[in-house]
């Protein structure tokens, strides 16, 4: 029925907005005090029939003081057709007396809907231009482009973008639909799971396209040709991604990236000839060896061809840190039979060659890495101090941005991520010396081994280079998440330079394994580690990462719980 309850009294343009109206006649104060200019009242005769009973028609014709007796009904009515002057067309139309404007599409409203009083009037809202109410998917698509696609830049030019291959993939004429169902869940979950924006129908709607997009990529999978291709490849990276917001387990996301790693496998060389191909290869690779280089990480086999292939090549600092992962596989792979503390204790020949290689080959890079970080780097490699923070109480340390001491600063984004990477790579080196030490010192204690010998003072080396690796990271943390500690954001973005617009998810991202991975350490201080955490929770409940809330519930260290999956024990993934 039509106007069934009491319709709102407000004005047009309040309605339209979802706000309470003052109701001042003859024009609303709160449209005035906002700049806007107030359209007026609802004329009560203005009510659209929309329940077209003959008593209804006759009724509103008595109160426009039209005719309402003879034969009202239509001719029209008879045979089926609509009466005149009721089509549809006729119903979107403007009245002949000109007071009359359409309503806006609730569709494309960006206040939603609504269960208030409102609501009973909604069709009789003042027309706004199309071009104010904007849809969901594309207010989604805005915020994942402004957060996820476009990375900060350096003199006003875009240096480089998380997602760099999507702009191209989905600006062709005909999108797959593996492709855009995925970036549509991608965009909808990021953009309902903030803390600004959270929203039951962008989860309800991500989901359902998460669905489609599963569907439609395990259909291409079973076609070689589309199996191949650039965009199906795409899809799955959105897929993982959409786990990482969404997922309580780190399970699912992990075996998207197994997928994406399978299917560059696939590909092979053929699946490097563009640009955008080479940047899913990096951002497969980067997120695998991620997650390889966690403490008491899943056994990755597919992590090995995307090591062993050429386009990782292509710096000395790249090949360092490709050989720090392989060195952490051969160790993985010497102990992956062991099942109990007396297969650990057993000395196999083939064992020991092994553990004797890597720690050879990892003392011989941890040396060079030591070089490059602290005792002989490179001009211009070492970060400069942005700010120094004084001091920092520990109930401090749950809100605040940056940890007591430096904070580093970069000319350049990109040098940062450099710099995290690379120390994260170092960190983990240190893990893989102490996993071979202490199977070597077993059943002694490889951390508990007697004052001055040669191994106890290699021990004590290799926890002091740890400790300064995980300072390293906490000291840079600031500077990836766009604070100083002065008021001011250093990591400008090209899209979005309000003042709520610092904290960016893609550097969340960045930042959120190398976070983990400095805050497991055995060699993290207490107060690290507590701001450490902090930032993680920060990051699953303001930014809306899952993936940091499984970090946090997370209890594992690194190399301690290293050693116990060695020793067939221990928690794991």
């Known amino acids: 029925m039509v106007n069934t309850g009491k319709p709102s009294s407000g004005c047009k ?61 239509p001719a029209s009515s008879k045979n089926g057709k609509s009466p005149a002057g009721s089509s549809d067309k006729d119903e979107d139309s403007p009245r002949s007396s000109g007071r009359y404007i359409p309503a806006v599409t609730m569709a494309l409203s960006p206040y939603g809907t609504s269960s208030s009083e409102d609501d009973d009037d909604d069709d009789d809202f003042f027309g706004l231009p199309p071009g104010i109410s904007i849809a969901l998917e594309d207010r989604a698509s805005s915020y994942f482009a402004s957060n996820f696609i476009l990375v900060p830049d350096t003199l006003d030019v875009p240096r480089g973008r998380w997602f760099p291959f999507l702009p191209k993939f989905l600006g062709k004429a005909n999108v797959p639909e593996c492709l855009s169902s995925a970036y549509k869940s991608a965009s909808l979950v990021a953009y309902g799971s903030h803390r600004s924006t959270r929203s039951a129908r962008s989860a309800l709607d991500a989901q359902r396209h998460y669905l489609r997009a599963v569907r439609a990529v ?52 053929q699946g490097l000839r563009s640009p955008e191909s080479v940047s899913m290869f990096d951002m497969t690779r980067n997120t695998v060896y991620a997650i390889h280089c966690m403490p008491s990480a899943p056994d990755m086999p597919e992590f090995s061809y995307l090591l062993r292939h050429v386009a990782c090549k292509n710096s000395a600092l790249a090949e360092m840190n490709f050989q720090a992962s392989q060195i952490r596989h051969s160790i993985d792979r010497a102990f992956s039979s062991v099942k109990t503390k007396a297969q650990y204790a057993k000395r196999d020949p083939g064992r020991m060659a092994k553990i004797l290689e890597a720690l050879q080959l990892g003392r011989a890079l941890e040396g060079r890495f030591r070089a490059f970080h602290d005792t002989s780097p490179p001009p211009g490699w070492q970060p400069t101090v942005a700010d120094w923070v004084t001091t920092r109480t520990n109930d401090e340390l749950d809100t605040c941005d940056s940890f007591t001491g430096p904070v580093y600063g970069f000319d350049e984004f990109g040098h940062a991520v450099v710099h995290l990477t690379t120390w994260t790579c170092h960190l983990m080196l240190t893990t893989s010396l102490m996993r071979c030490k202490a199977w070597l010192a077993y059943p002694d204690d490889y951390s508990q081994l007697s004052a001055g010998s040669a191994d106890a003072e290699e021990y004590d080396e290799i926890a002091a280079t740890a400790a300064r690796r995980v300072s390293d990271v906490v000291s840079l943390l600031p500077y990836i998440c766009s604070f100083t500690g002065k008021g001011t954001s250093t990591s400008r973005f090209p899209c979005g330079d309000g003042e709520n617009e610092s904290m960016k998810g893609a550097t969340c991202q960045m930042i959120l394994w190398p976070m983990f991975a400095a805050a497991g350490s055995d060699f993290c201080s207490a107060r690290e580690r507590r701001f450490l955490r902090a930032r993680l929770r920060f990051f699953a409940e303001e930014v809306g990462l899952k993936q940091a809330k499984v970090f946090l519930d997370k209890s594992i260290s690194s190399p301690s719980s290293d050693i116990e999956k060695d020793q067939g024990k221990g928690e794991g993934w």
């Open 218 to 269: 395990n259909a291409a999978l079973q076609d070689p040709e589309r199996a191949r291709d650039d965009s199906t490849l795409a899809a799955v990276l959105l897929l993982a991604f959409y786990e990482s917001l969404t997922s309580d387990s780190i399970g699912a996301y992990i075996n998207h990236m197994k997928g994406a790693a399978m299917m560059i496998q696939l590909r092979g060389d």
């Open 13 to 73: 343009l309040c309605k339209a907005r979802r706000i309470k109206c003052d109701e001042v006649k003859p024009f609303c104060m709160k449209c005035k005090k906002a700049g806007r200019q107030c359209p007026g009242y609802t004329d009560p005769f203005e009510a659209r029939i929309k329940d077209q009973t003959q008593a209804t028609i006759k009724r509103f014709r008595k109160l426009r003081g039209e005719e309402a007796g003879g034969n009202d009904e």
